[in-house]
């Protein structure tokens, strides 16, 4: 479906007159031509996204391939999250009580990561099976 702005630009187009003219090289004057008259010019179309299925539209797109999974991979990742689980643990425990113990943010976090590791592996593995599957359903 176009969006707006394209439904306004074909509109625009539509709601004005076109004359079609030839600038005469001799003389430099314009004289009118027919549009039957006029060369087509090559365009390169592309396809329209939609006009594709799905899986082979992610592949002309160029997507990525997911990488297959490893433990180094996810380790990095949870490391990343780290210290943003840490401080959300620290944000929700200090707005009802007083104060909040460094311990207590800091096993919580370890807690967190110990379920974040594997949980994320599992996802890695799920999503790189179901793109080989697709992969070799293309083929």
Partial sequence: ?????????????????????????????????????????????????????????RSARGGRAPQPPSWRRVWKRTAMFAPLMALFIYWTQSSGKGSVSALGVILNTAILIAFFGPFSYLVDTMTYRIWTKRAQKQR
């Fill in 1 to 57: 479906m176009p969006t707006r702005k394209q439904r306004r630009r074909r509109e625009k187009s539509f709601r004005h007159e076109w004359e079609y003219v030839e600038i005469d090289p001799e003389s430099g004057e314009e004289r009118q031509v027919a549009p039957a008259e006029l060369k087509p010019e090559k365009k390169e179309r592309r396809k329209e996204p939609a006009a594709r299925s799905g899986a082979k539209a």
